[in-house]
C-alpha cells in the first residue's frame, strides 16, 4: 500500500479485514478519506500522515482498535518484556495441556464416526445448510395460528408471509411459497441456494426452511418496523433527510456485498421499497431474493405485458442480459423513489421519474423534492437542498441508459457516506 502515493479515496469498510493497520498508510500524504469501520481490526491506529484528520467514524466497530483518544477508543497498553515472556510460557503451557487431553480425543471421535459411517450411509438433506435448528410444519402451523389471516403481513407473487411466535417466544417470519404455481417452486429452491452461503447485517437472516410434498416455507427473522414503503407512503410515519440516506446507504452496503463480496456475485432482480425492512433501531434488511440468480448473468424472458417493472427490467441492456448493473439500476429509482416521495408507476405516457427529476437538476431541485423533510429556513436549509440535489445526481449515474455507463455500489456506498458526514456536519 506505501506505493498508492497518489490516492486520494480509500474506503475498506465492511470487508470483514482482519489485522492491524500498517503503519505504512502514513506515507500517504495526498489520502484524504479513509474508512476502515466494519471490520475485525486491532492494535494501534498510526497517528501520522492523513491519520491525522480522520474522524472517529473511520474506526468503529472493530474488535481491538487502540490509540489516541480522537479516534474514540481506549489507550494501547504499555508493553512489559517480563509480562510479555511470562505470558509466553503460560501460553504454552495451556496449548501444551489442551493437546495432551483433546488430541486422543478427536481421534477416538473421528475413528467412532468413521465406523459409523460404514455402518450406515448417511442421507442427503438439500435443505440442511442454513442451520442446524429444525422446525416442523407443524410447529409452524401453531406459530402462525394456522397461517391465520390475522397474521399475515405481506403478499407478493409467489406466496405471502406471516408473523408467528415460536414457544421458545421468538418472533419469525413465515414466507410460505404457493406452489400453485410452477415458479414459486423454482423460487424457493433459488432462495435457498442463495441465501445459505449470505452473512450480512444489512440481509434479512434465515432461521431455517420447512419442506414436504405439499408445503414450503422459509423461516425469517422477523423485523417488526415494516417496510420503507410504509414509511414512505404512509401519513402515519416520517423519514428526516438523516434517516433517507441512512437507509439508502444501507442497502447500497448489501448490495456491494451480494455484487462485490460473494465468491460469485448475486443479483437481487427485485429492489423496491416494500423489500426494504426496518429493525427496531431503524438499521435496513434487503428481503426477498425471489428471483435471485448466483450467476453472473442470467437471460430474461419478456412473457407478457410490461408494466413498471419489466419497464425497468428492459433496461438492464439491449441483449436481454442481466448481471449486477440491473441491481444498480433499480438501486438509483428507489433512491430517487425516497427522496421524491413519488412512484415510478405515477407517470404517464413517455415521462418516467428518472426523467422529472433530471429535467430539474439542479436549478430546480426544490421542485421534485418531498417537501415534507426539507425546510425552507436559514443556511441549513439551502445545503441540505444542495445535498439532496447530489444525492439525486448519484441516483441518475446509476440509472444510465448504458450498463457500462452505471456506477458500481461500491463507490455508491463511498460517496453517500461521505454525504452522510457532510450532513451531520450541517
Known amino acids: 500500500m506505501s506505493n498508492m502515493v497518489g490516492s486520494k479515496f480509500l474506503d475498506l469498510s465492511h470487508n470483514i479485514i482482519s489485522g492491524i493497520i500498517p503503519k505504512s498508510l502514513e506515507k500517504l500524504q495526498n489520502l484524504k478519506y479513509l474508512n476502515v469501520s466494519f471490520n475485525k481490526l486491532n492494535g494501534e491506529i498510526p497517528s501520522g500522515g492523513p491519520f491525522k484528520n480522520c474522524l472517529s467514524q473511520f474506526f468503529i466497530y472493530n474488535e481491538a482498535l487502540c490509540g489516541s483518544s480522537r479516534f474514540s477508543v481506549p489507550a494501547c497498553p504499555t508493553p512489559s518484556k517480563h509480562r510479555s515472556n511470562r505470558k509466553k510460557v503460560l501460553v504454552l503451557f495451556i496449548l501444551l495441556g489442551i493437546a495432551l487431553v483433546f488430541v486422543p480425543s478427536i ?32 410447529e409452524l402451523l401453531q406459530a402462525t395460528e394456522a397461517l391465520s389471516e390475522s397474521n399475515l403481513i405481506g403478499s407478493g407473487s409467489f406466496g405471502s408471509v406471516y408473523k408467528g411466535v415460536l414457544r421458545s417466544g421468538t418472533a419469525i417470519a413465515v414466507k410460505v411459497f404457493n406452489l400453485q404455481l410452477d415458479v414459486a417452486s423454482k423460487s424457493f429452491d433459488t432462495e435457498c441456494e442463495v441465501l445459505r452461503s449470505l452473512r450480512h447485517r444489512n440481509l434479512v437472516k434465515v432461521i431455517t426452511s420447512c419442506s414436504n410434498r405439499d408445503f414450503k416455507a422459509l423461516v425469517l427473522e422477523y ?6 414503503e410504509k414509511y414512505l407512503y404512509s401519513h402515519n410515519y416520517f423519514l428526516d433527510i438523516f434517516q433517507r440516506l441512512s437507509i439508502m446507504i444501507d442497502v447500497a452496503c448489501a448490495l456491494e456485498y451480494l455484487h462485490h463480496g460473494c465468491l460469485s456475485p448475486v443479483i437481487h432482480c427485485d429492489l423496491k421499497p416494500s423489500n426494504v425492512l426496518l429493525d427496531e433501531d431503524m438499521v435496513t434488511h434487503l428481503s426477498d431474493f425471489g428471483i435471485s440468480n448466483c450467476m453472473v448473468k442470467m437471460r430474461v424472458i419478456y412473457t407478457q405485458k410490461p408494466s413498471q417493472h419489466w419497464v425497468i427490467l428492459c433496461q438492464y441492456g439491449l441483449d436481454g442480459l442481466v448481471s449486477t448493473k440491473c441491481d444498480v439500476y433499480s438501486y438509483g429509482i428507489m433512491l430517487l423513489e425516497t427522496f421524491t416521495r413519488r412512484r415510478p408507476n405515477e ?4 415521462l418516467s421519474l428518472k426523467q422529472w427529476v433530471s429535467y430539474s437538476l439542479p436549478e430546480a431541485v426544490m421542485d421534485v423534492v418531498d417537501v415534507n423533510f426539507v425546510k425552507p429556513m436559514g443556511n441549513r436549509f439551502q445545503k441540505e437542498l444542495d445535498l439532496v440535489a447530489s444525492i439525486m445526481k448519484v441516483a441518475l449515474d446509476c440509472c444510465a441508459e448504458s450498463p457500462a455507463g452505471r456506477t458500481n455500489m461500491k463507490d455508491v456506498v463511498g460517496m453517500l457516506q461521505m454525504m452522510k458526514i457532510q450532513l451531520l456536519a450541517f
Not at 423485523?223 to 420503507?228: A, H, K
Not at 407517470?347 to 413517455?350: A, I, T, V, W
Request: charged share 25%; proline share 7%; net charge positive.
Open 223 to 228: 423485523i417488526p418496523n415494516g417496510s420503507l
Open 107 to 138: 481421534f477416538v471421535f473421528l475413528w467412532i464416526r468413521y465406523r459409523r459411517g460404514k455402518r450406515a450411509p448417511q442421507q442427503p438433506d438439500s435443505l440442511a445448510f442454513i442451520t442446524r435448528e429444525r422446525i416442523s410444519y407443524y
Open 347 to 350: 407517470f404517464e405516457g413517455d
